[in-house]
């Protein structure tokens, strides 16, 4: 062979493993969901093709019940079809979208590509550079139990079921017959071999059966329209059995159906389970299986099918390629994993994208290494490899055919070289061989200027399941960082002396990975384990037994999803010593990362762990810093011995003699909880590490129940009572470099009167622009301003007379509002959409009080809503009489066909005396006011009437 492979892999540790289940994040969504009787809405002018649909009068809309999955029981809707239209989009490349009617063939094809809807709706909730429109209308099925099922097809050929829709047609007073297969499976006289779920189409049982399998085990349960005799099966058309099917009722099944299942199931007693061992034959057979009544009718309800003839045993199989140089090109009818996907052969100049070819690269990427995991040990008869077709002068020139049991001892099965010329016959090239052998290769080594092949197939003799992980695979690790070579420090410990039996800890990753090791571990020979990975609602369990000192490497299949994983790890033996010093037998400790990989990456309450991923992802970081997540518990606020509650906000009166308020509590975080402080009325958090460990840490009990891991201490926070009146606390705890708020509270007496607001006029306008005096702006960049003192705060600014273009007559206009502050600095701005005239008002709401002082307010037109000139869009402020306007300096650069004044009304604190005070600053008004480097951006949403508005506001000291 021209490639050597060599992996050397120490395994301290065997493990069973039930895995987690992965999926990559999606999003499908129905814009549109109705019954018709329309065999086409799609060529009817009257939907809209691309858009959310709205039913035709004479349709009905089940959009709603479509998005949660279940449209109900529709048995008074005469209609034939159900439209529904949407798109779906995944972090993974699509191919296509089908769909699938109750459990009839998948029809392709339904994906209809559009990148606009990326553009028209962001942002996207996961990966969406392919999302692919679905527009399909499927007959509407009136049966008891109907099913619409949407698949993807992803460019790797891979599919699954992304979305269910089901809805019944039965009239509730009805009895309705309804058969469920529990599941069917392959099974020996003794044991079920394998499950194949449901089994509508059992396809290949070959293995099934090499493996011991000698019956379809069939179980489930019929309710029926009249009274059930029994049950029978028939292989193809001979006799139906009835001696070999067991029967039987469950009083509590009924009742559940009864109360869970409404009028349908009226008569849950009438129900029977079934279960049968129906014998498999060689060749392909059909499989009924029926239901006797006690009138002696018979009906079919269940059906499947099955091939018992040479299978091939590389159908879908994984497939992994090393190539000398470069990469080989992965369109979407080329990939590696295409050549044991079924698809053979195809001549056709009309191929388009989406249909899996084969494998396709240049000669400059030679030699290559195409490898087939079979997953099982066989006795091999065969080995077929086929032309891609569409590229029947690409067939390699020269190349081997080689088989091996763990791609270290590889045996030649033969070898192809001096070939030339087009292949012109879908005839594949068969090499006849006896080799017994879980992996296949196929090594090209010349060809013309680009090489492919299409397909590879296998045939042989199941001997035992295959054990491990290839060990050709690439691995990658993201740490390789040195370790502490010293159980005694910052391990993680477990048993012995500790006086816990289990170790938690937590690591987050962006990358799937298929094993997990501790480079550096420390254990009492025979200590049994169960570690358990658990990652949201999945879970991850192994068991085994460490046996003393060394690395522990812990291997997965299939592989685990990324994402933040909490692994616990329990002693399964409580045994303890009896030498009277109360200390566990069994212990195990894992040594601690060095440097880069510590808390912000793998968590312990007790130590940090070290850790190496196992990973074929080269792309990601691997480790990454963990988000802090953080559960924050109140006991109680109060002083001396009372308590005052537990509540964010409330009030703890104090007195002359009072020491401190006591706040008493607990932070849990993923990251340590080093201590504990208050602010008080604002000012610097005062810290102290003796709030932390008053009380020790929250024991993992306690932890559990909330989604944090690593660290949880009570807090005792004594905060000193200072002079009288009301003072703000803050109490707060520090983890993971970060300050996180626990309560505010205040604590004193609140002698402070509450304001009252009242509306202060800055001058009142005319009634209507007299002999056109107003302020006229129909341009960009035209503004008007208007600078004020004011003798109190205030928190609403309100603009109360002028006139506007309205966008109804296509000319719309945008406003916007601007308060600066006497340096210039923008303190709110808001920006607005009028219907028209001056009602409804533009209201610039502050949310907050702003301190008194002198600010200008500026009003401006925003030159992409303008098209100019008297035609175009336009706004005008009408002017003040000179005598209702006192203490505001007005500016404009727009037209002026008055004073230069405009009305606008001030909502603030009622103050003695006049609230616009003679202006304090010699400022002048602010044409252009500058966004400031202290200004904080907040924006919200104000929506009056016709208005639609969004302003910022300057984070002042007020706040």
């Known amino acids: 062979m021209k490639k050597v492979f060599a992996v050397v892999i120490a395994l301290t540790m065997l493990f069973s493993l039930f895995a987690i289940t992965s999926s990559a994040a999606s999003a499908f969504n129905i814009d549109g969901a109705f019954l018709t009787n329309d065999p086409d809405p799609n ?232 279960a049968s061992m129906i014998p498999l034959y060689e060749g392909e057979h059909t499989v009924s299986y029926y239901v006797r009544h006690e009138d002696g009718s018979i009906s079919k309800i269940y059906g499947t099918r099955y091939n018992n003839d040479d299978t091939n045993i590389a159908l879908s199989k994984p497939v992994h390629e090393e190539l000398e140089a470069g990469e080989s090109f992965r369109l979407g009818y080329w990939d590696p994993s295409f050549i044991t996907d079924g698809t053979k052969f195809v001549h056709d100049t009309g191929i388009t994208d989406g249909e899996p070819l084969g494998w396709y690269s240049t000669v400059d990427t030679l030699p290559a290494y195409l490898y087939i995991d079979l997953k099982g040990v066989y006795d091999l008869s065969c080995i077929k490899v086929f032309s891609q077709g569409f590229a029947e002068y690409t067939f390699p020139a020269e190349f081997e055919v080689y088989t091996t049991l763990d791609c270290v001892n590889w045996d030649l099965v033969d070898y192809v070289e001096g070939r030339a010329g087009a292949v012109d016959s879908a005839d594949p090239f068969v090499f006849e061989t006896s080799n017994r052998a879980r992996y296949i290769c196929i090594a090209v080594y010349s060809g013309a200027s680009y090489v492919s092949i299409g397909e590879v197939e296998a045939f042989g003799t199941f001997v035992e399941e295959a054990s491990g992980r290839a060990p050709y695979m690439d691995y990658y690790t993201n740490y390789d960082g040195s370790l502490i070579n010293d159980p005694g420090f910052n391990a993680g410990w477990a048993g012995h002396g500790t006086g816990d039996l289990d170790l938690q800890f937590v690591f987050n990753t962006d990358v799937e990975f298929y094993a997990v090791e501790f480079p550096m571990f420390w254990a009492f020979k025979g200590c049994p384990v169960t570690v358990e990975f658990k990652n949201g609602d999945n879970v991850a ?88 997540s953080s559960h924050v518990n109140t006991d109680a606020i109060g002083k001396g011995d009372t308590s005052y509650g537990a509540e964010e906000g409330l009030n703890v009166p104090t007195e002359a003699g009072d020491e401190y308020v006591r706040y008493v509590g607990w932070l849990a975080a993923n990251y340590p909880v080093e201590k504990y402080g208050y602010k008080l009325d604002g000012g610097e958090t005062v810290y102290s590490d003796e709030w932390k460990s008053e009380e020790g840490p929250i024991t993992e009990a306690a932890l559990s129940f909330f989604p944090v891991a690593g660290s949880g201490f009570r807090a005792n926070v004594y905060v000193p009572v200072v002079d009288s009146g009301l003072h703000e606390v803050e109490i707060v705890g520090f983890a993971g470099g970060e300050e ?35 302020i006229w702006m129909n341009n960009a960049g035209e503004k008007a301003s208007a600078t004020f003192t004011t003798a109190g705060v205030f928190n609403k600014i309100r603009l109360t007379r002028f006139w506007a273009s309205r966008p109804d007559n296509g000319v719309p206009v945008k406003v916007r509002l601007l308060l600066t502050d006497a340096d210039g600095e923008l303190v709110a701005a808001g920006e607005y959409e009028p ?13 907050a009080d702003v301190d008194a002082g002198t600010y200008t307010l500026t009003v401006e037109v925003a030159g992409d809503f303008l098209t100019g000139g008297n035609d175009g869009a336009y706004l005008v402020l009408d002017h003040c009489p000179d005598s209702e306007v006192e203490n505001i300096d007005y500016t404009t650069n727009a037209k002026n066909r008055g004073n230069g004044t405009f009305a606008f009304v001030v909502t603030g604190e009622k103050v003695d005396g006049d609230f616009f005070l003679p202006n304090q600053a010699d400022n002048p008004p602010v044409d252009n006011p500058g966004t400031g480097s202290a200004m904080t951006a907040v924006f919200a949403s104000v929506v009056a009437l016709a208005f639609v508005a969004a302003f910022v506001l300057k984070k002042k000291r007020f706040f």
Do not use: C
Request: net charge negative; proline share 5%.
């Open 43 to 274: 060529a009817n002018p009257a939907y809209m093709p691309k858009g959310p649909h709205t039913p035709l009068e004479d349709d009905y809309d089940v959009r709603t019940a479509a998005a949660g999955g279940d449209l109900g029981n529709l048995y008074d809707k005469q209609y034939d079809y159900l439209h529904i239209q949407g798109w779906y989009s995944t972090d993974d490349d699509l191919a296509d979208i089908g769909y699938q009617i109750d459990n009839g063939d998948i029809v392709w094809g339904k994906g209809i590509y559009d990148v606009n809807i990326i553009a028209a709706n962001p942002p996207y909730p996961t990966g969406s550079a392919h999302p692919l429109r679905y527009n399909i209308t499927v007959p509407f099925g009136k049966n008891f139990g109907n099913e619409l099922k949407f698949y993807e097809k992803l460019d790797s050929g891979a599919t699954s079921m992304v979305k269910s829709i089901k809805w019944n047609y039965y009239h509730p007073d009805a009895l309705v017959a309804k058969t469920n297969i529990d599941y069917a499976a392959l099974a020996s006289a003794n044991a079920i071999v394998e499950n194949r779920g449901k089994g509508p189409d059992l396809g290949s049982v070959k293995v099934a059966v090499e493996k011991g399998a000698q019956f379809l085990y069939l179980i489930g349960w019929h309710y029926p329209s009249k009274p059930i005799d029994t049950f029978g099966y028939q292989t193809d058309d001979g006799d139906i059995t009835f001696d070999d099917v067991a029967i039987s009722y469950s009083q509590d099944t009924a009742d559940y159906m009864k109360a869970n299942f409404g009028a349908a199931y009226a008569n849950a007693d009438a129900y029977r389970n079934f």
């Open 541 to 628: 369990s192994l068991e085994g037994t460490f046996d003393g000192d060394g690395a522990v490497l812990m291997g997965f299949e299939p592989a685990l999803p990324a994402g933040e994983y909490l692994v616990t790890m329990t002693i399964t033996d409580a045994t303890k010593t009896t030498d009277g010093n109360d200390y566990y037998v069994n212990y195990f400790a894992v040594g601690s990362a060095y440097g880069t990989y510590g808390w912000d990456y793998v968590a312990s309450e007790r130590g940090i762990i070290a850790l190496r991923l196992y990973s074929d992802d080269a792309s990601g970081n691997g480790f990454i810093p963990r988000e802090l």
């Open 740 to 774: 996180i708020h626990m309560v505010s509270f205040t604590y004193g007496t609140d002698t402070q009167e509450p304001k009252e607001y009242v509306d202060y006029n800055a001058g009142e306008s005319t009634d209507s622009p007299v002999d056109g005096k107003a």
């Open 835 to 847: 219907n028209g005239d001056n009602d409804p008002e533009i209201i610039l709401d502050l949310e």
